[in-house]
């Protein structure tokens, strides 16, 4: 999926999969085959239903939106250093530094599945709070059966940890799998870092499709998460399936 903004709604920019108007770009939506903008309809069904072609999303306002593509993200990146680093005396190696580490974890984000990421770094009063979004599209490996979303439940529940929570949700989207958790960083952690980082990871299966939709949320705001989690549940919720 690649695309563009298609504006403001409510106070909240909606993302319309990343094949939107504003950006240029084929479709990879759920109904569509990657690197081609023909829908192969995966889950096609017997009552001649396809699968959808894409999705939509409504993120608040101020976070930046990065379309997931190789070609793309470079120049977008670029623009929101310079704009976050605008009205600050802040050295050119500190742009440069940001805008690779961000490249870097588009770069992961992509290699994994990613479809597009958003980025939100602001000042509410006197309090920086940061968090972010993945939207990753995952397909089965070739050969294998999916299995339902009762499997990824059962699956990390077995992994899960005192600090996690595993539960089934039901949201206007679907039938969806809630995994919240923390994770800490280790002592050696070769990019330095030093604080805990609270993720809500969001898992949809793709109506009449072998493919699944994940919202990957994060923040490293421990004393804030509670809040933002509830944050992020709220965009959860506003997902919806496109044809």
């Keep these: 999926m690649n695309g563009g903004s298609a504006g403001a709604a409510g106070g909240s920019g909606t993302s319309r999969g990343p094949g939107a108007a ?28 396809a699968s959808p072609s894409d999705y939509r999303l409504a993120v608040p306002e101020g976070w930046e939106r990065i379309v997931l593509d190789p070609e793309r993200w470079g120049y977008r990146i670029d623009k ?104 800490r960083p280790a002592a050696d952690d070769p990019d330095g870092n030093k604080l805990a980082v609270t993720h809500l990871d969001v898992h949809l299966a793709v109506p009449r499709s072998d493919q699944r939709l994940l919202l990957s949320f994060s923040t490293p705001m421990e004393p804030l998460a509670d809040a933002l989690v509830g944050l992020f549940d709220s965009v959860a919720r506003t997902l919806q399936w496109m044809a």
């Design 22 to 49: 504003g950006g240029s770009g084929t479709s990879r939506g759920p109904g569509a085959a990657a690197g081609s903008g023909t829908s192969r309809g995966p889950g096609a069904d017997t009552d001649g239903l």
């Design 80 to 183: 929101i250093v310079k704009r976050g680093l605008r009205r600050t005396a802040a050295d050119p190696r500190l742009a440069a530094a940001l805008a690779e580490r961000m490249r870097d974890q588009a770069e992961a984000a992509h290699a994994h599945g990613g479809v597009e990421m958003y980025l939100m770094n602001r000042i509410l009063g006197r309090v920086p709070v940061s968090a972010g979004l993945v939207v990753t599209l995952l397909r089965p490996p070739p050969g294998t059966e999916p299995g339902d979303l009762g499997d990824v439940a059962r699956a990390l529940a077995l992994r899960a940890t005192a600090e996690e929570t595993v539960t089934l949700v039901d949201l206007p989207a679907g039938p969806a799998v809630r995994h919240r958790h923390l994770r």
